[in-house]
C-alpha cells in the first residue's frame, strides 16, 4: 500500500509541473499522516510524522519530487490541477492488486492539506483506506 500511496503523491507533484507554480512556500516541512482501513481482517490505524526541505527547485520543478518511482502501474482516470491545489482519480495495478484512488490536495502557502481514499479487492476480501495528511512549514532548511 505504501508503493501506492507514494505514486498518489507523486503523481499530484508532477501533475503541477504543468501548471501554475504550487501554492507552497520553500522550507523546512513538517508532513503528518493518519491511515484508518476497513477491511475483514484487522488493521490498526497508521500514523506517520516526517520533515523534507522543499527548495523553490523542487516547487518550480514538482517532477524532482517523483525520484525513480514507476509510474507505469497507474491509470490516472480524472486530473484537475490548481495553484491552490489538486484533484485526481486514477487506478494502480501492483502484484496482482487493483487499487482505486481518489486524491483532494489543497495548498495554502505556508501549510497543506490532503485527503486519500482507497478501494481494493484483496486475496483477503475487499479493503478501503482513508489517509488524512497535513503538511506545516516549520522553518528554513539547514
Known amino acids: 500500500m505504501k508503493p501506492i500511496l507514494t505514486a498518489a503523491l507523486a503523481l499530484g507533484l508532477v501533475?503541477?509541473?504543468?501548471?501554475?507554480?504550487?501554492?507552497?512556500?520553500?522550507?523546512?516541512?513538517?508532513?503528518?499522516?493518519?491511515?484508518?482501513?476497513?477491511?475483514?481482517?484487522?488493521?490498526?490505524?497508521?500514523?506517520d510524522t516526517t520533515t523534507d526541505c522543499v527548495t523553490?527547485?523542487?516547487?518550480?520543478?514538482?517532477?524532482?519530487?517523483?525520484?525513480?518511482?514507476?509510474m507505469e502501474e497507474c491509470d490516472i482516470t480524472r486530473q484537475e490541477m490548481r495553484v491552490d491545489g489538486a484533484n485526481y482519480e486514477m487506478s494502480c495495478t501492483q502484484e496482482g492488486i487493483t487499487v482505486d484512488m481518489v486524491m483532494d490536495m489543497q495548498f495554502y502557502g505556508d501549510r497543506s492539506e490532503g485527503l486519500i481514499t482507497t478501494q481494493a479487492q484483496t486475496p483477503m476480501g475487499p479493503m478501503k483506506s482513508t489517509i488524512v495528511m497535513t503538511g506545516r512549514r516549520i522553518g528554513d532548511c539547514d
Not at 523553490?56 to 514507476?70: C, N, P, R, W, Y
Open 15 to 47: 501533475s503541477l509541473a504543468h501548471a501554475d507554480r504550487p501554492n507552497i512556500e520553500p522550507g523546512l516541512w513538517e508532513y503528518e499522516t493518519r491511515m484508518t482501513v476497513e477491511a475483514a481482517f484487522p488493521f490498526p490505524e497508521q500514523t
Open 56 to 70: 523553490e527547485e523542487d516547487v518550480s520543478k514538482a517532477d524532482t519530487f517523483i525520484g525513480e518511482l514507476d
